[in-house]
């Protein structure tokens, strides 16, 4: 297999070989990497959650209780008590009838849209989802159709050119995890009523963030009734792993019975199901908790761009700062390492061509001194780099 070696050398040669890099704390602002401390602004673990007293308190009593895995799929021996527990509780939180927990956000994109669509249906994307739907759309072989990075025009032009086929579903990330700005949902959800079309949210990474109860982009459009199909993630602000997606019992039943990457994989382990339970108790009964994250959130930006960084129109805690460059964008992720602060760049393929960035994102336990000792680097970075 020479080939494996020759297109290493290639990604190394472009500034694109991926290297992983071994944290042995916890995924606090403070991490510990080879012996020494990093301050890390890359984690999606946004309001803190996943080392959270409260949340971690009740993963170890539901381990000790229940024991570590769940020992077999769901629809074997692996529902117990303490997932049907989660999915009403996510069901409450989202105000919706029925919910269904996932053993990730991956595998929730996956086996709903492959589910829901096969070979006489079209799947309509922005060209920015993530790669877990786009996965899934290839998979169900449906005709998949991409528009332009929020481009309303041309998504109704598909929506046009597109009545022939038997369900036409759109579906889009709520917040776009490369860039941090927001789907244009009330154009979307109109546009699916016009041309009678479905849709689908992905909130990965609005859940617990955005919206005033933390429900996510639906909710901060007011626009939750007119989705069709919301999914979520517990990894991201909720702090522990598996994904979700809520709304009418028939949507959650339908997917309890045909949902592959629901019913041929292991269910969540009992930990993780009271860690999740235990961070939407904290989301939901301390509203000052997210206010006071996002208003950090604020802070940072508006002083990034004091100093002139392109934040490529971030609405939310998702920070991209454009460098366009892969060497440049992996040098100056290599300078921030040096310095202690862990912050990688994000490159083709993940985002496309000449749009290679930092990206930024905050917890909620980053402190201002963290937050401006930042700042002071990327006073450093704009001197250095450009
Ligand atoms: C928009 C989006 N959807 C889905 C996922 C998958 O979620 P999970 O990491 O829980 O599998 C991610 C994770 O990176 C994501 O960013």
């Known amino acids: 297999m020479e080939f494996l070696s020759e297109e290493l050398a290639e990604l190394e040669k472009n500034g694109l070989y991926r290297r992983l890099r071994m944290i042995t704390s916890s995924q606090e602002a403070q991490v510990s990497i080879a012996g020494k401390k990093y301050l890390s602004f890359c984690s999606n673990n946004y309001l803190g959650l996943a080392n959270h007293p409260q949340v971690v308190e009740a993963a170890v009593r539901a381990t000790q209780e229940y024991g570590c895995g769940a020992g077999a799929s769901r629809l074997i021996s692996g529902t117990m008590q303490l997932h049907t527990e989660l999915e009403d509780r996510l069901a409450q939180f989202e105000e919706k009838s029925s919910a269904?927990?996932?053993?990730?956000?991956?595998?929730?994109?996956?086996?709903?849209?492959?589910?829901?669509?096969?070979e006489e249906d079209t799947i309509i994307l922005d060209k920015l989802n993530h790669a877990s739907i786009v996965d899934a759309a290839r998979l169900c072989r449906a005709k998949l159709?991409?528009?332009?990075?929020?481009?309303?025009?041309?998504?109704?032009?598909?929506?046009k050119r597109s009545k022939q086929f038997r369900r036409r579903l759109i579906v889009t990330d709520g917040v776009f995890s490369m860039d941090g700005d927001m789907a244009p949902l009330p154009e979307i959800v109109d546009l699916a009523r016009k041309y009678e079309a479905y849709t689908m949210v992905d909130e990965a990474h609005s859940t617990g963030v955005i919206g005033e109860k933390g429900r996510g982009v639906a909710e901060f459009y007011n626009v939750e009734d007119k989705v069709d199909i919301i999914m979520g993630t517990l990894s991201k602000a909720l702090g522990s792993l598996g994904g979700f997606v809520v709304g009418d019992t028939s949507l959650v039943e339908f997917l309890k019975n045909k949902?592959?990457?629901?019913?041929?994989?292991?269910?969540?382990?009992?930990?993780?199901?009271?860690?999740?339970?235990?961070?939407?108790?904290?989301?939901q009964g301390d509203v000052s908790y997210r206010k006071q994250y996002l208003d950090k959130v604020a802070y940072l930006k508006q002083n990034l761009e004091k100093l002139d960084f392109?934040?490529?129109?971030?609405?939310?805690?998702?920070?991209?700062?454009?460098?366009?460059?892969?060497?440049?964008?992996?040098?100056?992720?290599?300078?921030?390492?040096?310095?202690?602060?862990?912050?990688?760049?994000?490159?083709?393929?993940?985002?496309?061509?000449?749009?290679n960035r930092l990206r930024i994102s905050l917890m909620a336990s980053h402190t201002k001194d963290d937050i401006d000792h930042l700042l002071n680097l990327m006073t450093e970075i704009r001197k250095k780099f450009f």
């Open 100 to 118: 269904i927990v996932f053993t990730t956000g991956y595998c929730a994109n996956v086996g709903s849209i492959t589910s829901l669509m096969n």
């Open 145 to 159: 159709q991409v528009y332009p990075h929020k481009d309303m025009n041309r998504l109704e032009e598909i929506l």
């Open 259 to 283: 949902a592959r990457s629901f019913i041929y994989t292991t269910a969540l382990p009992p930990g993780v199901c009271m860690a999740a339970i235990a961070a939407l108790d904290i989301v």
């Open 310 to 355: 392109d934040l490529m129109g971030s609405e939310t805690q998702i920070i991209p700062v454009l460098i366009k460059d892969a060497v440049k964008t992996m040098e100056i992720s290599k300078f921030l390492y040096e310095k202690g602060v862990l912050i990688p760049g994000i490159r083709i393929p993940t985002v496309p061509k000449d749009t």
